[in-house]
């Protein structure tokens, strides 16, 4: 009787769990389905490679496209020595205490601040205090910002996993501290670093508010020539010719279609997390 018992209530958790996970999937699935039934259309080589034309109702998002890639690897080349590094120090030099405990409330605060903040403070300190003006450097290093609180979490919990013996092992043999983190830690905790990074890459990709206020064009069909220029951004682009125009009838499926190119790098950034990850995996085994 008691097992029957046991048994329904397991049914029902596990149902109930399959459940829910088959429904997040399938709004996934829907989401996805509907902005490639709206978007495939406008799809082709000309729309991946040209301008934007007629007031972005034709023509193409190359320059949006580009944009978004310098912007990514712009926060990349900020946030992920700063990142490390904080996250090294934070795990293996920072004394235990209240120091490094008010250290990580601070982080986990920083990366639950709304984007839309950090375009502001960006925009005071790197445009206007700074003097690099509507740049790509002031939108890389604002979005390198955003993104630093990830990297500084996944590093710190990589190296948490690396066990202590190891580092005991290493100092026995008469390595310091640095060659013991530079030679045997860091490239053991390597490949969930990548992924941190690689996914936080994946959420600046996307993001509209703190480029909006620091580098975003609203209309460039050109590209830029330095990192002091604006450029022209995916999600930027999306929302202004999803919300202004004076043709949205010929706008519209351009947005689904920038949408879709959005979807699929983010799409591709995390496919390529997932293979920096299983890389690092298999050289660390080999090594």
């Avoid at 259309?41 to 007031?55: H, K």
């Avoid at 944009?67 to 590094?85: E, K």
């Avoid at 903040?117 to 890389?140: E, W």
């Avoid at 979807?263 to 080999?286: H, P, S």
Wanted: net charge positive; glycine share 10%.
């Amino acid at each position: 009787m008691i097992n029957n018992r046991k048994h329904f209530s397991q049914s029902i958790a596990f149902g109930t769990f399959r459940f829910l996970s088959l429904m997040v999937a399938g709004i996934l699935f829907a989401i996805l389905g509907f902005i490639i039934y709206k978007g495939i259309g406008v799809i082709n080589w000309e729309f991946l490679t040209t301008a934007p034309t007629d007031g972005m109702t034709a023509g193409g998002i190359w320059p949006a496209i580009v944009g978004t890639f310098y912007l990514m690897v712009g926060s990349a080349l900020f946030a992920f020595p700063v990142g490390v590094m904080s996250g090294i120090y934070m795990n293996e030099y920072a004394p235990r205490g209240w120091v490094v405990r008010f250290i990580r409330v601070m982080t986990n605060n920083l990366s639950g601040i709304p984007s839309i903040v950090f375009g502001l403070f960006g925009m005071a300190l790197f445009v206007n205090y700074l003097g690099f003006g509507d740049s790509i450097l002031a939108g890389s290093l604002t979005l390198g910002l955003l993104c630093v609180p990830l990297v500084i979490r996944t590093t710190e919990e990589a190296l948490k996993a690396i066990p202590d013996n190891l580092r005991e092992g290493s100092r026995a043999l008469g390595a310091t501290k640095l060659q013991t983190i530079w030679h045997v830690i860091l490239p053991m905790a390597m490949p969930n670093v990548i992924t941190g990074l690689i996914l936080a890459m994946g959420r600046v990709s996307g993001e509209t508010a703190p480029i909006l206020f620091t580098c975003a064009a609203y209309f460039l069909p050109k590209l830029p020539n330095s990192v002091f220029d604006q450029c022209m951004a995916l999600p930027y682009h999306l929302y202004v010719i999803s919300t202004s125009g004076t043709n949205m009838d010929a706008q519209l499926p351009l947005a689904y279609g920038t949408a879709l190119v959005l979807i699929v790098i983010i799409l591709f950034v995390n496919l390529l997390a997932n293979a920096l990850r299983k890389y690092f995996e298999k050289k660390v085994k080999t090594n």
